[in-house]
Structure formats: structure tokens, C-alpha cells
């Protein structure tokens, strides 16, 4: 017996001692942070809901799980003042992860993990966004052209003044722009329309192209710029940004200043205003005369956020006028042949602020109610109602009693109105799924006594969207959406006699003859288009510091309203343009895929992507017009198929704790594969290399950049054979459209100093020059680069207070 007790008595202290010394290999370590300004956040609780192991965070925000076995954990974080989160963790090595909670507010969409070993884990596409350092760099200038600092972005122009945002090769109608939450509708048709929208009233801008983009649309093939402005917090504050800008090219500058106002019981009001001048910019050899910018913008926001229901009202008003280059009018053939064949603009005056015909004059309102509701612990409800009222002006050379007299005058009204309901369900998934519809109604004043370039029109869409996205756990994810839009065009629209059978429209389109007079036919062209787009695509981690993404992209496009109906002088781009009424929807299939790492000290992102386009849509010039109002020439929409590829690379390098090295790289090429040539007008290779370097004393920063842009080597021949005449002969010459212009370098220099002038007041003194070698080059991209150079050195200070 006694045997019997000491041999058992052994086994169990030999398990116990065995169980004892098998400690579980892993540990899972972090911080807990508040999403807006890092700060830590004390007290909450990490559990392990499969072994019950806990942890809380101390002072620093800082938690630690020792000793854990389990490879897939099944993590709840609580904490007093957020809503509980509950995430799947896959623990294959010591990993550690950085939560990010909203605190404070306790909504359902307001919740967002980040893992700090790579960011966006969640996502199938690689999106890119603006710091909140380069808002303030551009806040004198576009939002195109901030954009344009981005990987994969460029900039299509027309002059200087007046740019727009070009993704993948991609534009115009192709990018949408959403700002808080409603897409902008302000003729975005004409490739010299800038966004109507001031980067200095939003803190958040990024560039998406993931199934989330579906809400707002499925024509975007291109990807969509989301813009949001601040978010609310319940606590008694009134604080503020003020930006001051000062350039020496154009002479001119900006000043924008906001103030926002909270509440604890959730009641917000935010308040902003932005103003701008510029005179005549300059290259480094000349004026560019008429090329001066007044812009004036105002908004106002006020709502009120009670942790899971809320309502805001947003009112927003952008003017602007802008001078188009004198020497892009041209009175005749010869002109236009001279123009073409000089190396400086025909016109040069000297230096002026007076903007002058040609011009335009933009004018967009904006109002906006929301409210939103959470229902249930994982479930919210949301509605939005935007009107927008968009007013363009476009004026000509005109004598007499019309010179003040726009020669464009066009109004376009939109209602729109989205819902959407949200939906989390268990640990993995999450739902959207929404409707929305427009109403949009455009007026052409026939009083400006010239042919109407784009017709009165009556546009009525609607469409339905359902997203959805599984995330098992911290190394990968899926996501996918689906859309289906129908749109209606009810026309009325004037046409040549002449021209209506020219172009077989009276074979076409018989049913849209409504009234025959002596020269002219009244039209009244009806259609309707249905499209269907889509999203798949995956996240999965490769490693600590390596993910992988892909993704394909199904979207389909009706024609716009100048693709389809534009018939005469476009005058601020100084050509004439034709629609085409055969024109079908556009069908775009991409794929995308990307690899990316995080490692310090070495970061970089990889991201080919390929795209096949039926029936894409494209405009091009056909010939020179003689008018009445000058040679000019004429530019011709067409459809055709297409095939796009092309890649973005972004990495950074930190040499040491105060240098860093960045570079990106974008290329892109579109082939007509009918025609079997490329497409025009298409971003040549480009690439960026910045060094950084921060002063040990007083945190001054330097940067230095180099902009390399090839010469566009894959164009097609548009070229023209126009016949002038030459004593007494008539003599053909070429207009050489097509050709693009060479290579250009350009060196920019930043310098930063942060400023503490109260513990209440702080800011940033800014020195910015851009092109210091005075560099003449001419951008294939900028429509008016046929007439004269681009902008030459521009030296900027600027002043950002934060109150």
C-alpha cells in the first residue's frame, strides 16, 4: 500500500512538473490609442475569449499577453467609453499589434482596428491618401494638383489654373469625387472643368478603388476621391486652423481659416473660408498673358452626435473665375499655323491682375441634410439629401455691346438622395448595402447669341448597391460588391439640317425628329442605359511585414453629356468639339494586384494592374475650322476597344533617425487595339526622388526633390494637312496636333519650421520653391502646351497656425 501511494504520489508531481515547465510559446503585445491624436488610452481590456487570459492597458496605452497557445484567438477589447470589439487574431510567431479605437463616440462605423505592422490589411486595393502636411503644402493651389503628388495620379490642365485629377491614364467622368459623403456633380464632362471643391475644407482626402467605391457609383473605373472634414467630438471646445500664402509667380496668394465649436452633449458648428489671387503667371523667359485667378469659398457645418444617432446640416459655396491664355484665340488659319511653329505665345503683355476674355466664371452651391441611426448593437441606418446647383460662364473675344456677354452659360441642378444600412454579423463579416437616385436638370441660356455647345437636358438615375467583406482574422481578408444603375436621358437639342444627315443620324434616329424648320432640325434624343459593375478581391498577410493584395474590377459607363451631345466652340480649351449619338456604354475588366512591406528601415509597394475597355470612349482631333470667330481646331468623340496597363511603385529608406530617401514611379499605357495604335493623351513615364533631412535643434525639416516626366513616347498621329494660301497659291501645311513635347527635370526645395508661440498656439513656417533651375518645359498633359511653357520658378511662404 504504501508502494502504491508513492508511486502515484510521483506520477503526479512528475505532470506537474512537466505541465509546469511547458510555458506556451507566444505573446501578443500593443498599444491601445485613440484614432484622432494617438494618445493612449488607460484602462482597457484585451481578453482571450477561448482560454479567458486578459490584460490591461497601463498609462501608456501598453497591454501584454504572455504564455499564449493558441494559434487563432478569438480577442475581445473592451473599455468604459468605446463599444465592445471583438477581432480574430491568427499567432503563428511573437506578434505586435496597435489597436486604434474611436473614443469618445460609440458608433458602429466609427470603430477602426489598425495593425501597425502594415496598415489596411483590410483592403483588396491598394489606396493612397493625403497627409495632413501635404493639405497644408497645397492649400494655395488645386486639388488636382494635390493630388498629383500622390503615386498614380497626374494632372490634366488646361494652362496652369485650371487642372483636374488623372488616375491610371483615367478621367473626367471616369473619376469620381465625393465630398462628405455625396458625389460632385459639376459638369465634370470638360477636360478643362476643374473640380469645383476646396482642399482646405477637408481633413481627410484619399484616393479609392476598392468595393467601398461601389456606394457612390459603378461608372468610376478610374477610382474615387473621398473627402471628408473633421469629426466631432462630445467635449466643450472651440479650436481652429489658419493657413497664409504668399507666391511670387502670379504675385499673388491664399489665405484660409477655419473654426470648429463642440459640445459634450454632441452639438458641433464648424465654420470656413478660403480666399485666393493671383495676377499673370510667368515662365522663365515670359508673361503668360490672361492667366490671373480669383477664387472666394465659404462652408458651414452643424449637426449634433449622440453615440448612436445623429443629424447634420452642411452648406458650401465655391466661385471662382479664371483667365484662359490670350494667345490660345487665334483669329485664322495662318494664326494658328504661326502659333503652332512659334516658341513664344503670339500675345504678350506686360504683367496684370484685369482677367479678360477669354474666361471662365464657375459658381457651385452645396446643401446637405443627414441623419443616421444605430438600431441595434450591430446595425445603423443612414440617410443623405444633397441639392447642388452648379452655374458656368465662358467668355469669349466679343466686340460691341456683347464683350461682357458670356458665350457659355450653362445651369446644372441636382437632387440626389442615398440610404444605406450597415450590418456586422458575428466576428467576420460586414455588410452595406444602399439606394440612391439623381435628378438632374441642365440649362443652356440661348442668350448668349451663340450655338449651344451642350443642349437642355433632363438626366434620371437610380441605382442599388450591396458590399460586403470577411475578415477570419489579422492575416488576410475578402471582399466584394455589386451595383446596378440605369440611366435616362430625355434631350432637346438643335442640329444642322446638314449635319443631322451627314452624320446618318436621320437613318439612326428617326423617332427623335420632333420639328423641321428652313436650316435647322429640333431633336428630342431619348436613352437609356443599365449597368452593372462589380468587386472581388483579397488581403492576405505574408509575413509580419508582407502583404499581398488583389482585386478585379468590373465597370461599366454611360456616355456623358458632351461625349453624347457637345456640338460646337469649346471656348476655354479654344476648340471646337463634336458628340456622338451612336456612342454605347463603356465596359472596363481590372485586375489588380500588388505586394507591399513595412520593415525599418525599408518600406515599399509594388502595385501592375491590367485592364481591357470595350468601347472606350475618347476624344481626338479631326481637322482646322475656319469660324467667324477664328480657326480653330475640331476634336471628334469616338468610341473604341482598349487595353490598359501599366504599374505604381512607392518605397522610402531611412539612412539614418533624421535622413530619409522616398522615391515613385508611375507608368501607363493605353493602346487602341482597333486602330492598332496608342490612345492619346495618356501620362508618360514619371518618377519622383525626395530627401529628407531633420536638423537636430528646433526640428527644422529640408527636403529636397527631383521631378523627372518623359516625353510621351507612344502617341498616335493626329496630324492635319490644312491648305493656306501663299501669294497666289494655295499651299497644304501640316498641324502637327500629336507630337508631344521632350523630357523635363524639375528641382523643388522645402524647408519647415514648427512654431510654438502659446501652449495654446502653434503652427508651422514654410519655404517652398518649385522649379528653382528655372526650367522651360511644356507638359503633355496641358492642353495649352501647343501655345506657350509652363509656369517657371514660384517661391512660396507660408504660415499654418493651429488655435
Known amino acids: 500500500m504504501f508502494r502504491a501511494e508513492c508511486i502515484f504520489c510521483f506520477l503526479i508531481s512528475f505532470w506537474s512538473g512537466f ?21 493612449p488610452i488607460f484602462g482597457a481590456i484585451l481578453r482571450i475569449e477561448n482560454t479567458g487570459q486578459f490584460a490591461q492597458t497601463d498609462e501608456d496605452g501598453v497591454y501584454l499577453l504572455k504564455n499564449v497557445c493558441l494559434e487563432e484567438l478569438r480577442l475581445i477589447i473592451s473599455h468604459s467609453e468605446c463599444q465592445t470589439l471583438e477581432r480574430r487574431i491568427q499567432l503563428s510567431e511573437n506578434q505586435s499589434i496597435d489597436f486604434e479605437l474611436e473614443h469618445h463616440i460609440n458608433t458602429l462605423e466609427e470603430i477602426v482596428v489598425s495593425e501597425k505592422q502594415k496598415a489596411n490589411v483590410n483592403q483588396s486595393v491598394a489606396e493612397a491618401r493625403l497627409t495632413a502636411t501635404q493639405i497644408d503644402q497645397y492649400s494655395s493651389q488645386s486639388l488636382a494638383t494635390a493630388l498629383g503628388s500622390l503615386t498614380g495620379v497626374a494632372t490634366l490642365k488646361t494652362g496652369n489654373a485650371i487642372a483636374k485629377p488623372v488616375i491610371h491614364g483615367l478621367y473626367g467622368s471616369r473619376v469620381g469625387i465625393v465630398a462628405e459623403g455625396i458625389r460632385l456633380q459639376d459638369q465634370e464632362w470638360g477636360a478643362d472643368h476643374a473640380p469645383t471643391i476646396d482642399l482646405n475644407a477637408f481633413e481627410s482626402v484619399q484616393v479609392v478603388k476598392g468595393a467601398s467605391a461601389l456606394k457612390y457609383g459603378g461608372d468610376t473605373a478610374g477610382g474615387v476621391i473621398i473627402l471628408n472634414s473633421f469629426t466631432p467630438l462630445p467635449r466643450d471646445s472651440l479650436y481652429g486652423k489658419t493657413r497664409l500664402t504668399g507666391s511670387s509667380n502670379g504675385r499673388g496668394g491664399a489665405v484660409s481659416s477655419q473654426w470648429i465649436l463642440t459640445r459634450a452633449t454632441g452639438f458641433y458648428f464648424s465654420g470656413q473660408l478660403t480666399a485666393k489671387r493671383f495676377g499673370d503667371l510667368s515662365t522663365p523667359e515670359y508673361i503668360l498673358t490672361n492667366t490671373g485667378l480669383k477664387e472666394g469659398n465659404i462652408n458651414f457645418k452643424i449637426g449634433r452626435s449622440k453615440v448612436i444617432k445623429g443629424w447634420e446640416l452642411f452648406y458650401s459655396r465655391f466661385q471662382n473665375e479664371t483667365g484662359i491664355l490670350r494667345a490660345a484665340h487665334i483669329g485664322n488659319i495662318q494664326d494658328l499655323l504661326r502659333a503652332l511653329q512659334s516658341e513664344v ?27 443616421y441611426n444605430q438600431f441595434s448593437e450591430h446595425s445603423k441606418w443612414k440617410i443623405d439629401y444633397n441639392y447642388q446647383q452648379n452655374q458656368r460662364k465662358e467668355f469669349d473675344i466679343r466686340r460691341g455691346d456683347r464683350a461682357d456677354l458670356p458665350a457659355l452659360d450653362l445651369q446644372l441642378q441636382t437632387h440626389s438622395i442615398l440610404g444605406s444600412i450597415q450590418k456586422k454579423v458575428d466576428f467576420d463579416w460586414d455588410f452595406e448595402w444602399g439606394i440612391n437616385g439623381y435628378l438632374q436638370d441642365n440649362y443652356s441660356n440661348p442668350d448668349t447669341g451663340v450655338k449651344r455647345l451642350i443642349p437642355d437636358y433632363l438626366k434620371y438615375q437610380w441605382g442599388s448597391f450591396l458590399t460586403g467583406k470577411y475578415e477570419p482574422n489579422n492575416l488576410g481578408s475578402f471582399e466584394w460588391g455589386l451595383r446596378l444603375d440605369q440611366v435616362n436621358w430625355d434631350v432637346q437639342k438643335y442640329y444642322t439640317r446638314k449635319d443631322w444627315t451627314d452624320r446618318g443620324y436621320d437613318q439612326l434616329f428617326p423617332s427623335f425628329e420632333k420639328e423641321y424648320l428652313p436650316t435647322q432640325l429640333l431633336t428630342q434624343p431619348q436613352f437609356q442605359f443599365i449597368t452593372l459593375s462589380a468587386h472581388a478581391g483579397f488581403s492576405i498577410q505574408l509575413g509580419p511585414a508582407l502583404k499581398s493584395t488583389g482585386a478585379y474590377i468590373l465597370s461599366q459607363r454611360s456616355p456623358n453629356a458632351a461625349e453624347l451631345f457637345s456640338d460646337g466652340l469649346h471656348h476655354s480649351l479654344a476648340t471646337i468639339e463634336y458628340g456622338n449619338l451612336t456612342l454605347d456604354k463603356e465596359t472596363s475588366h481590372k485586375i489588380l494586384v500588388s505586394v507591399s512591406t513595412e520593415k525599418n528601415p525599408f518600406s515599399f509597394s509594388l502595385e501592375p494592374y491590367l485592364a481591357r475597355i470595350h468601347n472606350y470612349i475618347y476624344i481626338a482631333p479631326k481637322e482646322v475650322q475656319q469660324t467667324i470667330r477664328g480657326a480653330f481646331p475640331v476634336w471628334q468623340y469616338n468610341a473604341t476597344e482598349a ?51 531633420i536638423f537636430p535643434k528646433k526640428e527644422v525639416r529640408i527636403e529636397i526633390e527631383n521631378q523627372f516626366v518623359s516625353s510621351q513616347r507612344y502617341f498616335p498621329d493626329f496630324n492635319v494637312v490644312v491648305n493656306t494660301l501663299e501669294g497666289d497659291k494655295i499651299v497644304g501645311q501640316l498641324v502637327d496636333f500629336s507630337t508631344p513635347p521632350k523630357a523635363y527635370s524639375l528641382y523643388n526645395l522645402n524647408i519647415s519650421l514648427p512654431l ?33 511653357d509652363e509656369m517657371g520658378r514660384n517661391g512660396s511662404i507660408q504660415l499654418i497656425l493651429n488655435h
Not at 500593443?30 to 491624436?37: A, K, N, Q, S
Not at 505604381?648 to 501607363?668: A, I
Not at 495654446?760 to 511644356?778: D, E, P, V
Request: glycine letters at 4%; proline letters at 7%.
Open 345 to 371: 505665345p503670339l500675345v504678350q503683355d506686360p504683367f496684370s491682375y484685369r482677367i479678360d476674355a477669354p474666361k471662365q466664371q464657375g459658381v457651385h452651391h452645396s446643401i446637405q441634410a443627414k441623419v
Open 756 to 788: 510654438k508661440v502659446t501652449p495654446k498656439l502653434s503652427g508651422q513656417l514654410r519655404l517652398m520653391i518649385h522649379n528653382i533651375t528655372q526650367t522651360a518645359y511644356r507638359d503633355y498633359l496641358n492642353r495649352m502646351r501647343f501655345y506657350a
Open 19 to 39: 505541465l509546469t515547465a511547458q510555458e506556451c510559446p507566444f505573446y501578443l503585445q500593443g498599444r491601445v490609442i485613440d484614432l484622432h491624436d494617438g494618445t
Open 643 to 693: 487595353l490598359l496597363w501599366g504599374f505604381d511603385f512607392q518605397g522610402s529608406l531611412d539612412l539614418s533617425p533624421r535622413v530619409q530617401f522616398n522615391s515613385k514611379t508611375s507608368y501607363v499605357r493605353i493602346n487602341d487595339i482597333s486602330q492598332s495604335q496608342p490612345v492619346i493623351s495618356i501620362p508618360p513615364f514619371q518618377t519622383n526622388q525626395k530627401l529628407s533631412y
